[in-house]
Every structure is written in C-alpha cells, then in structure tokens.
C-alpha cells in the first residue's frame, strides 16, 4: 500500500509537470499474481497468465513489485531476497517438511495476509533486514522439527530443548512494523533476537499470541556478547535488544512467560525496550517477567506501562525461585537492575502483584493498580544455601578447566554457579526460551 500512495502521488506531481500518463506507467514495477491454478514460466504473472508458485513470481518481479496470491494452499518454503510487497488474499503457505514458511531478507518489504503453518522451524523469520512490515498473517503449528537434529535451532542441548526458533522471529531486524498478526499453537510464539547484529526501533502491536505450548508469548532476548562492552558500555551499533515497543497485544495462555525480557550470558543486554497497554494472562510464568542471569548485562531502562495482566505463572518460574501467581517479575542472578518503570498497570488474581530480587531498584514503580493480588511488591532476599560438594574434574570447574566468564562463575552441569560472599545462587542458564542459534 505505501508503494501506491506513493505512486499516486508522483503521478499527480507528474502530471501537474505535464509528463504524460504513459511515461508514469512505464515507471511503476509491474504487480504479479499467483494462483493455484496458474502456470510456472520465466514471464508468468500477469492476471490473465498468473505464475503457479510464489517462489516462481519473486523470481520473475522486480524489485518495488507487488505480488498478489490468490486464495489456494501453496506447499512451498517462500525465499523474498528482493524488495517486494507480497500480499495474500487468504492464501496458505504450507511449508510441512520444510524449514521455514517465509524467510525475509529484504528490507523495505511487505508481507501480508498469509496463513504459514506446518514449518520445521519458524513459521516466518525475518533475518537483517529494516523497515519491514508483517501484518495480518496467521502463523499456527509451526516449530514441527522441535527437540529433533532438522536445524540447530530445533536441537536439544543437553537441557535446553529445541524450540527451533519459535512462530514468528525477527532476528537482527530494525524499524520494522509486526500488527495484527495470530500466532498460536507452535512451541513459542514471537521471538526477537540480536545474532546478527542489534534488533531496535521496532513496533510490535495488536498482536493476538496465544497457546504456544513451551515458550514465552512475546520474547525480547539478547544473545549477541558484543552488545555490552568489556567495561559494561552499550555498542548499539554491534548487538542488543533495545528501543522496542510491544503494544496493545493479547497475550494469553502460552506455556512460559507472557512478555519476556533476557539475557543469558555475559555482553548480552536488552534495554529502553517499552511494553505497554497489553492483556495479558493466565501464562505458565509471569505476566512479564525480566531475567539478567550473568555478569556485564545491561538491563536497564524497560518500561512497562499500562498493562492488563491477570492471573500468570501458573506454572511456576524455575528459574526465578517464584512458584506463585505473579504479574511482573524482575530477577537478576548477579548484577543490579536500575531504571525501570513500572506504572498505570492494572494486575488482578495473583499471589504477588511485582516480584523482584532485592538488587532491583523499585523507585520508578508507581501508579498501578492491584485487585485480589496477596502481596503488591515482594522484594525476594536471597537465601544461602548449604555448600555443595567439591565440583568434579570435567565439570567446567577445578583442577584442568577453567570458566568461560570469570573467577565468579562456573558452569556445572547446564547450571551457572555465581560464587560470592553471599553465597551460593544457582540459575538454569539454559531455558529454551532464551536460546536460538544463528543460521
């Protein structure tokens, strides 16, 4: 649609000029159509001759074109390498077998109208690309090679299970707009990530991500180690989550958090990330849930205001410590958590309205609202468990081994180990809603 306001426009400006229609038309990249009972050749397209398969219509389009593709099922994994607008007039990508139902590297493009359902890996996946935009697509039963060797996002690690990327991912994606989408029924729902580089300026709204079975609703987690300095300065232009707003989605019934923020290990940092004027419910762990779970994070500066956050972590969060309903939760295993504003939510029907551990700073929550909520800010005290055993050698600590962080940490078994004088704190590193391996 922008490419047609936009070529309004110019053909009025032209015309004004007195430059004749004909020039203006031969300036407009041609749109092509796709339907199922179309034919597949080098200059299929047109609406008279429709192209059979999408792959067959990027191929034929310039870049700027719009691709219409009639409603049928296209069992097909959809590569856009150009710049396009690839609109779906209740058309299905049925990517059963395949890796992926979309895969976007483009920039400036458009996707739009589709149901993708039945990939390997993710339904769609934007990979380093900016100003994109992904509405009103339906992503549902994706994520099928989870737990299995088909990606190395859908490999078990041990510990960590494969969730092969989740519905939806935007993987170093920046200024983009993702609205109006359904994702629901695959491992996890929308997935934003920094692999490739940073993932900021981008929208997330009127969503609706539900019943995504292990992982989070909506994740913003940073893997990239070159996000934070070595003396903890932000490198925005190398990696980290940040400068996001996730807004006015429903959120409900995933088997993680609603809306989750995290960073797993040392560099890794999502921060000034906004989420604000969602429903969000009855998630297996909190509402929003913020974890920091090493050494030179940043996570700092997130904001969350005006949400509807009724009953979440039905299930529990492990990682935390916190068993109990909880609408926000922040929990950071090692460094503090400074900047954030928690304000105007309105949180019902949990034990515990705002979690945090005791390095929080709390002084930019005010203003929400709590009905039927047992404690409105539980501020958790850390405990000091009995010493363990002496590690065993080949454990990642002691005699021949060394830790991949610092003198503070070890790595045992799939567990980080955060030795201090305060004991002892031990935090699953490994969550699958955390993890997502580069392509």
């Not at 990508?93 to 458009?110: H, Q, R």
């Not at 009103?136 to 060797?149: C, E, R």
């Amino acid at each position: 649609m922008r490419w047609a306001v936009a070529v309004t426009f110019s053909a009025l400006l032209l015309a004004m000029l007195g430059v004749p229609a004909t020039q203006v038309a031969a300036q407009t990249p041609p749109g092509l159509t796709v339907a199922p009972g179309g034919t597949d050749t080098t200059t299929c397209g047109a609406a008279t001759s429709p192209c059979k398969t999408i792959t067959q219509a990027l191929a034929n389009a310039p870049a700027g074109a719009t691709i219409t593709v009639q409603s049928g099922t296209y069992p097909e994994m959809v590569v856009v390498s150009k710049q396009v607008a690839l609109l779906g007039q209740q058309a299905t990508i049925d990517a059963t077998g395949l890796v992926n139902g979309i895969l976007l590297k483009a920039s400036d493009s458009t996707v739009s109208g589709f149901t993708v359902r039945n990939a390997q890996g993710e339904g769609i996946v934007a990979m380093s690309v900016s100003n994109v935009t992904i509405s009103y697509n339906v992503v549902l039963n994706n994520d099928k090679g989870a737990h299995t060797n088909v990606t190395r996002e859908c490999q078990d690690a041990g510990p960590v299970p494969g969730d092969c990327g989740e519905g939806l991912h935007l993987m170093s994606v920046a200024n983009s707009r993702i609205f109006n989408n359904d994702v629901e029924h695959n491992v996890g729902g929308l997935l934003v990530t920094d692999e490739l580089g940073p993932t900021h300026g981008n929208v997330i709204s009127n969503n609706t991500v539900s019943n995504n079975a292990e992982d989070c609703g909506i994740t913003l987690a940073s893997h990239n180690a070159q996000a934070l300095s070595a003396t903890g300065h932000r490198q925005p232009e190398r990696g980290g989550v940040y400068s996001n707003r996730v807004d006015g989605n429903t959120v409900a019934s995933n088997g993680d958090g609603g809306v989750g923020i995290f960073a797993p290990f040392p560099g890794a940092s999502a921060y000034d990330n906004t989420v604000s004027n969602n429903s969000i419910s009855g998630n297996g762990m909190p509402g929003i849930a913020v974890h920091s779970h090493a050494p030179n994070q940043d996570m700092n500066g997130n904001t969350f205001v005006n949400n509807t956050i009724a009953k979440n972590n039905v299930t529990g969060d492990t990682d935390a410590g916190d068993m109990q309903t909880t609408g926000i939760l922040l929990s950071s295993a090692v460094g503090p958590i400074t900047g954030t504003t928690i304000s105007g939510n309105q949180i019902s029907d949990n034990a515990f309205g705002i979690w945090v551990t005791a390095n929080v700073a709390t002084t930019g929550f005010a203003g929400n609202t709590f009905t039927g909520v047992g404690a409105e800010l539980q501020v958790q005290r850390p405990a000091r468990p009995a010493a363990p055993a002496p590690p065993r050698t080949g454990d990642g600590v002691g005699p021949g081994a060394s830790s991949s962080f610092n003198s503070d940490l070890a790595v045992i078994g799939g567990f980080t180990l955060i030795l201090g004088a305060g004991g002892i704190a031990a935090t699953w590193m490994n969550a699958r809603r955390r993890r997502s391996a580069p392509r």
